[in-house]
């Protein structure tokens, strides 16, 4: 996976690299700042690019690439760049090893970086230990923490950062991320775009995950669609319309189209644009057979139907089988008529299909009659 060097080199964030960088120049970056946003986005790597110029200088020098080499290939910290993982034992350990790291002598002048990863871990007793300290930090030296979860850190504490907030990307910018490491490792993609934009959908636009999934190809290596839908179990809309349709027809057969179907997060995305189409706008990201089909299946399918299952389905953190499950039948046209005393019928009418289609199975038996048994010597005992 191809490393970022400097701060310009990061996609999709260009107005906090340009607040950054401007910063950095005037020599008024806030000293204490609280990086937060969903994991894999970057927040690491911008906080310790940010810390490398702070305390090196803009200007690239051998001291700088060496500090680069140990904090980001090496993931180990440097005399002026501590990292510390705050994860472990909720903190308390750590958190008093930055304490210690605050208040050290340093060569007079010289600027000094602490960046605690994974904040939101912190027990409130490991964050009392910043309060006091985080409020006057001692000349020169800057605390960066970095959480996925900014609201489990005590709103005193938060008070005293300078909060960044590093979203996911958006679809355009996570695009040019996965072709500058494509182009960067000469991988021959087939049918690039839309394999490119199937990593982006799986990915949620996270760079690490899609960028993880390129480095299991070798460099130089050739790339095919099937492979990558196979490596992240990928849905597409052929996959999610029979299920869609089934919410104006039998339950039985969605519940148990539900069991079999690959769940992962693109079937969010997908039933998005599937409700795009069905709402009369355009879609930009399926093909026009893809559009075809979903005119043509979901006819007796409301929107409101669709928006109901789709609702249900960011309902949770994490999309399980069980949540699909959940969302499908709070979005079913029959729901509320299996409350009802009439739910019996409906699931008899639900077996009835079913059975309907399965085809009698034929044979040359036939039950003998008493004559039968008696031309044949049959003996009956009374």
């Keep these: 996976m191809t490393r970022l060097d400097s701060l310009s080199q990061v996609i999709g964030h260009d107005w906090l690299i340009g607040f950054l960088t401007e910063h950095l120049k005037n020599g008024t970056l806030p000293r204490f700042i609280i990086f937060d946003g969903p994991e894999g986005c970057g927040k690491t790597t911008i906080a310790t690019l940010l810390a490398l110029n702070l305390v090196y200088g803009l200007a690239e020098t051998d001291e700088k690439l060496t500090a680069y080499k140990e904090l980001c290939e090496n993931n180990r910290s440097t005399n002026y760049v501590k990292k510390f993982k705050l994860s472990v ?23 000094k970086v602490l960046i605690g990863d994974e904040a939101h871990n912190l027990s409130e007793g490991a964050q009392d230990v910043f309060l006091e300290d985080s409020e006057f930090l001692p000349k020169d030296t800057y605390l960066f923490l970095l959480t996925t979860d900014v609201t489990k850190l005590k709103p005193a504490l938060r008070s005293r950062a300078t909060p960044i907030h590093i979203p996911a990307l958006k679809l355009s910018d996570m695009l040019k991320v996965l072709k500058r490491e494509v182009a960067a490792r000469n991988l021959h993609i087939q049918a690039e775009d839309a394999t490119l934009q199937l990593i982006a959908d799986w990915s949620n636009c996270r760079p690490r995950t899609g960028l993880s999934l390129l480095s299991a190809f070798a460099n130089n290596s050739d790339v095919s669609a099937e492979v990558v839908r196979n490596l992240v179990g990928y849905l597409d809309v052929s996959d999610v319309l029979p299920l869609l349709k089934s919410l104006s027809g ?29 709402s009369g706008s355009m879609s930009y990201r399926l093909r026009m057979n893809e559009v075809t089909a979903i005119k043509t299946e979901l006819v007796e399918v409301p929107v409101e139907t669709l928006i109901t299952f789709l609702y249900g389905l960011t ?13 499908y039948l709070r979005a079913h046209k029959n729901m509320k008529e299996l409350a009802n005393t009439d739910s019996v019928s409906i699931l008899q009418t639900e077996i009835q299909q079913h059975v309907s289609e399965v085809k009698p199975v034929h044979t040359n038996f036939s039950v003998p009659t008493l004559d039968d048994l008696l031309a044949n010597s049959a003996v009956i005992e009374g």
């Design 89 to 111: 034992e909720n903190g308390k350990e750590a958190a008093k090893d930055v304490l210690a790291e605050m208040h050290e002598c340093f060569t007079a002048g010289h600027k």
């Design 250 to 278: 039998s339950i039985t057969f969605g519940l148990a189209y539900i069991t079999e179907m690959t769940i992962n997060t693109t079937l969010v995305s997908i039933v998005s644009e599937i409700i795009r189409v069905k």
């Design 315 to 327: 309902a949770t953190q994490n999309l399980t089988r069980t949540s699909v499950i959940h969302a």
